[in-house]
C-alpha cells in the first residue's frame, strides 16, 4: 500500500472511496507501581482519606447529551455517493499507469495484459435535508464533476438526486430529490457561536455513514486561503475525508455550519477542521433555487488587516477594521469617497474585527442598494454611503439543464441560457445566450462556460429555440457557431458526427 505525502496543508475534506485495508491502532496507557511508608504500621492503622467523587448522575448531567440530539435530527443527513467522469488515461507508463503503480512489475514479469480502460470516478460526500420536498445541501467541490449523484438516507432509501446549483466560491451546492414529508434539520444562528462551545458533526468519513464525532468551536471568523466569501468556523471535531458536505450542529440541535475543510500534513484529520457558517450557506442556497444564480457586489477596494504598528500609527485604540490599500478608479468607493489609508470598522453597524470579514459583508449586498461605512479618517469617524456593484463571478454553475437542453444542444455537448440584462450591459454584447456548461464536441472544439453564442452556421440565434432549430438543419457532421470571448467573435467547428 503506497501513501503519497500531501504537500499543500489545507485540504477539502474530499469525497472517498475506501479500496484497501485499513490498519486500526488501539494504544492503552495503564500504570503499576507501589508507593512505600516510612511507617508501614501506622498506615495499616489509618484507613486512607475519602476522596469525594461525583455520582453518576452528576457526572451525566455535566455532559451534553449528544444520543438525543442525533436521534432526532440525525435521519436528515444523508450520503451523497457520486459518479464522475472517467478520468484521462496517463501517458507516464505503459496501458496508463504511473510508472511507480506497484502493479506495473506485474504485469510486466507474468506477461498479463495492461489495462487500458479506467473505471468512472467514484466517491462519497455528506449532506443533510433542509427542506421536507427534498432540497439538500452540501459542498460543491463533492458534486463539481459528478455525472450521477445518489442520494441515500438513514432508512437506507436511495434517490437519484439533481444537481439545482452549486457555487464554487463559497464551496455549496444544491441537490433535489423527487420525495416529499422528508425529516429536516433545524437552521440556526452562526453569530451566536463561541470559541469552547460544544458542536458535534454527522457525516461519512471514508465512507462510514451515520457517523458522528463531536469537539468544541475552536475560533469563529477564519480566512482561509482560496475563499473570500465565507468566515469560517474553526473546529476539533474530527473531520475526514467523506465528511465533506455535512451538518454542524450545535447542543440545542440546530446547524450553524457545514463541514468543507481540514488542515492537514497527512490528508487525515489533524485536529483542525473547517465549516462554512450557515447564514452563507442558506443565502447561496436562496439564490440557486430562486435565480438559478449567486449575485455578489463589491465596492472596488483592495484591504488588508491592521496590525498593532499600523493601529499606533493611524491612532486606533487597538488593531481593527480594515485598511484601504487602493481604490478602484471610478469603481463604487471612489464615487462613495473613500481614500486610501481609511479604516473601514463598520459595515451597516455590523463592526469589522480583521479584514477577511469585508469581502463577505459586502458580497451580501445587493448591488445597487445603499451601504452604509464607518470608516476611520486622519483621526475620527467618518459615515460614507456608497452603492456596490454587482461582481462578474465565474464561480456559480446552474446545473438545471431540463430548462435548457434539447437532444440538438445535447448533441453539440452544450448547456446555455438567455443571458440577463445586467449581464448584456457588462459585457456589452448583442448576443443573447451564453453557455453555462460544454461537454462532448462542444468542449473538444474549445466551446467554454461563459462564451455567448451569436449565429450557427452564418445564422443569427437569439433564443434556445433558435439554437434548436439551427443545429437540427445543420447538414453534414460540421456546425460553425460564432462566438463572442472577451470582446472578440470567432468561429468553432464542432464535429458532432
Known amino acids: 500500500m503506497l501513501v503519497r505525502q500531501n504537500r499543500a496543508p489545507f485540504n477539502r475534506a474530499r469525497a472517498t472511496v475506501v479500496s484497501a485495508a485499513t490498519l486500526l491502532g488501539i494504544a492503552l496507557a495503564g500504570c503499576n507501581g507501589s508507593f512505600a511508608d516510612n511507617n508501614p504500621t501506622q498506615a495499616a492503622a489509618s484507613p486512607p482519606p475519602a476522596i ?11 455532559l451534553p447529551d449528544f444520543a438525543s440530539l442525533v436521534d432526532h435530527y440525525g435521519p436528515a443527513v444523508v450520503n451523497v455517493a457520486v459518479v464522475g467522469k472517467q478520468q484521462p488515461i496517463s501517458n507516464e507508463g505503459p496501458g496508463g499507469m504511473s510508472p511507480n503503480d506497484p502493479f506495473q512489475d506485474f504485469f510486466r514479469r507474468f506477461g498479463q495484459p495492461m489495462p487500458r480502460n479506467q473505471q468512472p470516478a467514484r466517491g462519497e460526500g455528506s449532506g443533510f435535508i433542509v427542506s421536507a420536498d427534498g432540497y439538500i445541501l452540501t459542498n460543491a467541490h463533492v458534486v463539481a464533476d459528478a455525472d450521477e449523484v445518489t442520494v441515500k438516507t438513514t432508512d437506507r432509501r436511495e434517490y437519484t438526486a439533481k444537481v439545482v446549483g452549486f457555487d464554487e466560491a463559497t464551496d455549496v451546492a444544491v441537490l433535489k430529490i423527487d420525495a416529499k414529508n422528508l425529516p429536516t434539520v ?6 451566536k457561536l463561541r470559541p469552547g462551545e460544544w458542536v458535534i458533526a454527522i457525516g461519512s468519513p471514508f465512507g462510514f455513514e451515520n457517523s458522528v464525532t463531536a469537539g468544541i468551536v475552536s475560533a469563529t471568523s477564519r480566512s482561509m486561503p482560496g475563499s473570500n466569501y465565507a468566515p469560517f468556523i474553526q473546529t476539533d471535531v474530527a473531520v475526514n475525508p ?8 450545535n447542543l440545542q440541535g440546530e446547524v450553524v455550519g457545514i463541514n468543507s475543510q481540514i488542515y492537514s500534513r497527512s490528508g487525515g484529520y489533524m485536529g483542525l477542521s473547517f465549516a462554512i457558517p450557515i447564514d452563507v450557506a442558506s443565502n447561496v442556497q436562496q439564490q440557486l433555487v430562486s435565480n438559478g444564480k449567486v449575485t455578489r457586489s463589491r465596492i472596488g477596494v483592495s484591504i488588508q488587516d491592521v496590525n498593532a504598528q499600523l493601529a499606533e500609527s493611524f491612532g486606533l485604540d ?11 478608479e471610478n469603481g463604487p468607493g471612489a464615487k462613495a469617497g473613500i481614500k486610501a489609508g481609511d479604516v473601514i470598522l463598520k459595515v451597516d453597524g455590523t463592526e469589522i474585527e480583521q479584514s477577511s470579514q469585508l469581502p463577505g459583508l459586502i458580497a451580501s449586498k445587493k448591488p ?15 459615515r460614507i454611503s456608497a452603492k456596490p456593484v454587482e461582481i462578474v463571478d465565474k464561480g456559480t454553475k446552474v446545473a438545471n439543464r431540463d430548462a435548457v437542453e434539447s437532444d440538438e444542444t445535447a448533441k453539440l455537448g452544450l448547456v446555455v441560457r438567455p443571458l440577463q440584462k445586467q449581464e448584456k450591459a457588462q459585457v456589452d454584447t448583442q448576443g443573447e445566450l451564453v453557455v453555462e456548461d460544454s461537454d462532448g464536441p462542444a468542449a473538444a472544439a474549445g466551446v467554454q462556460r461563459g462564451d455567448i453564442i451569436l449565429g450557427v452556421n452564418g445564422k443569427p440565434v437569439k433564443s434556445v429555440d433558435e439554437l434548436k432549430v439551427a443545429a437540427r438543419k445543420t447538414k453534414g457532421k460540421i456546425v460553425a457557431l460564432l462566438i463572442e470571448r472577451d470582446s472578440a467573435q470567432i468561429f468553432v467547428p464542432v464535429r458532432i458526427g
Request: net charge positive; aromatic share 4%; hydrophobic share 40%.
Open 52 to 62: 469525594a467523587t461525583a455520582s453518576p448522575r452528576n457526572v451525566a448531567a455535566a
Open 186 to 191: 433545524k437552521i440556526g444562528d452562526p453569530a
Open 242 to 249: 467523506g465528511n465533506s458536505g455535512g451538518p454542524l450542529f
Open 318 to 328: 487597538r488593531p481593527k477594521g480594515a485598511l484601504v490599500g487602493m481604490v478602484e
Open 368 to 382: 445597487g442598494s445603499t451601504v452604509n461605512l464607518d470608516v476611520w479618517r486622519e483621526g475620527g469617524i467618518k
